[in-house]
Structures are given as C-alpha cells and as structure tokens.
C-alpha cells in the first residue's frame, strides 16, 4: 500500500521498527531487553527528528502521548516548550 504522506510514512516506519525490534509478545515486564528497544527508539529519532521537529515549531507545549522512554521528550529539553508525556503500557 503506497503511504499517502510524511506522518503515515513515519507511523509505518516507527510500526516496522518496533515489530523488528521490540515485539509486543516479547515484552518483558522486568525491563531485561530495554537496552535494545531504547537503542531502536534513539535510531528511530534521529532519523525522524527533523520532521517532528518542524511540526512543533511554534507550539507552546508538547504532548507525547505513548511515550515510551520519554526520548522524544527529551530531545526538545531547551526550547521555550512545556513538554508532557504518558504512557500506559508498563
């Protein structure tokens, strides 16, 4: 299915490296595999960055719902922005 536009192409992207990864089924409650899933969430970001980024231009705040790590949230330390995130899986 060709991707319609940057956000999907990034949402795909995001999905494809976490299915790689991290998968769900292998999710480990005790944080033994955390070290490769925040190593794919920093690869993911610094790719990606760039087009977050500029869609955040402007905002005042930030809402990283499904956070994750925080890793996102962390690369916007320094601006002029409050900056949020939630998370529900464990």
Known sequence: MPVRNEEEHIRASLQSLLDQSYPL?????????????????????????????????G???????????????????GRNLYRAGIECFP
């Open 25 to 57: 089924s292998e999710y480990d409650p005790f944080g033994v595999d955390a070290k490769n899933y925040y190593a794919a969430e920093v690869g993911f970001y610094r790719d990606y960055f760039g087009p977050i980024s500029e869609q955040v231009n």
């Open 59 to 77: 905002a005042s705040s930030f809402l990283d719902v499904g956070c994750g790590t925080g890793r996102l949230l962390e690369l916007f330390v």
